[in-house]
């Protein structure tokens, strides 16, 4: 790989430098460290080629929904760009320069570790979604990211500004041909000012044949909401290591998703909250359920600083594991410093439910539909805290056909 310097903000060529040092210096994470444990990565990013150009866009997939605006990446390339009412979408490198000082607050460390390093350094241009003060809109920016060069390295980039009181509704689909190899470390940052309110939805459709190791984080400042939605549905290894930086008072993060494994997928999510102001609140509600040699990992911390005083913090996941070879792993984490604080979390992990099902089946269903009624009925509460219901639909056949797929086989 090669660094191909973009005309961009100081902050950024700043952290560009730094990732080519990091990268430089950092190796390949293993099975070994903790926050990687349970993945075996089998490639070295030092191996890998970058596009030179986007290649040929996909269509329109299942997932696919109407905006009032949005962009479209491919391979880390920015085009197709529809500009809403109020907010402003751009490539980085032609964004305001007060914009992007703005969004330099959530940035993701170049040493975080080797993929971090590598999207800093090697990246191409990223994209900006700015709401101004006081803006507010009236439906979803729809961002469309796309790997759809096989063997190669993509490093998208999102970069979302929400200024005080705004209001910043924002869904981005990831995805990736059902056949081929590809490699994707997309990052997505969030900056959310006094007051503002994100609404954030991200599915991971990606085909079982990417490998996406995904990183975002989110700051949020006085009186600021953001609700997070994650669908964990393609990918051959899916995973997202996710912050959020609760530093003003007031604040409120709610994190709801779901995620399905089948065949051998890997979904592994780490989450990271960090309660740094008094009087906030967060809740993250995650359920999962895998077949077939599928895997899933869920690592929770919740962090309250001693400065976070009277705190009210929460994280459930659930998890259902549908065939012998499938396993789930849920480990849920507290760090409180603080005194003054409600906080808890709730971590399940098993097949389904005997007496549910002879309930079912006394009503006169046989074992085959009481045991789909199980699965989406496990999966209804997630799916109706999603924060944008015109995703519900097209995330609920999802879930739902591989379960159904998984019984019409026999693997099940």
């Given at each position: ?91 980085t490198s032609e964004a305001d320069p007060a914009a992007l000082e703005a969004a330099a607050a959530s940035v993701i460390p170049p040493d975080l570790d ?224 603080a005194n003054d604080v409600k906080c808890g979390h709730g971590s399940t992990v098993g097949p389904l439910d005997a007496e549910q099902r002879y309930y ?53």
């Amino acid at each position: 790989m090669s660094a191909r310097p973009e005309p961009e903000a100081r902050w950024l060529a700043e952290l560009r430098e730094q990732g080519l040092e990091a990268f430089a210096a950092l190796p390949m994470p293993t099975s070994k460290e903790e926050v990687w444990r349970y993945v075996d990565l089998d490639f070295d990013l030092a191996d890998l080629s970058m596009p030179e150009k986007a290649g040929t866009p996909l269509g329109e997939g299942r997932f696919t929904v109407a905006g009032i605006g949005g962009a479209r990446i491919v391979d880390g390339f920015v085009d197709d760009i529809v500009q809403p009412d109020g907010v402003t979408i751009t490539p980085t490198s032609e964004a305001d320069p007060a914009a992007l000082e703005a969004a330099a607050a959530s940035v993701i460390p170049p040493d975080l570790d080797k993929f971090s390093a590598a999207h800093h350094g090697f990246g191409t241009d990223g994209l900006l979604v700015h709401a101004g003060k006081g803006v507010a809109v009236d439906g979803p920016i729809v961002i469309d990211v796309q790997a759809v060069t096989p063997n190669a390295l993509s490093l998208p980039r999102i970069l979302l500004v929400a200024e005080a009181q705004s209001d910043l509704s924002v869904i981005v689909v990831y995805r990736s041909p059902d056949e081929g190899t590809f490699y994707v470390v997309p990052q997505l940052q969030a900056t959310v000012g006094d007051a503002a309110r994100l609404r954030l939805t991200t599915v991971q459709a990606w085909g079982y044949g990417t490998v996406s190791v995904g990183q975002q984080r989110t700051v949020l400042g006085r009186d600021a909401s953001v609700h997070h939605g994650e669908a964990g549905i393609g990918a051959g290894l899916g995973r997202l290591h996710f912050f959020v930086d609760i530093d003003g008072a007031g604040a409120h993060s709610e994190i709801s998703g779901l995620y399905f494994g089948e065949d051998d997928q890997l979904l592994d999510y780490r989450a990271f909250i960090n309660h740094r102001a008094p009087n906030t609140t967060s809740n993250m509600f995650l359920k999962g359920a895998v077949e077939d040699a599928s895997h899933s990992v869920f690592t929770g911390l919740i962090r309250i600083e001693e400065e976070a005083q009277r705190v009210n913090a929460f994280q459930t996941n659930r998890n259902l594991v549908l065939s012998d070879e499938a396993g789930a792993e849920s480990v849920p984490n507290l760090e409180i410093l603080a005194n003054d604080v409600k906080c808890g979390h709730g971590s399940t992990v098993g097949p389904l439910d005997a007496e549910q099902r002879y309930y079912l089946m006394s009503r006169g269903l046989d074992r085959i539909h009481a045991d789909r009624l199980q699965v989406r009925g496990f999966f209804e509460e997630a799916i109706g805290k999603l924060p944008h219901q015109e995703m519900a639909a097209a995330i609920r056949r999802a879930v739902n056909e591989k379960y159904v797929r998984a019984q019409e086989e026999g693997r099940l």
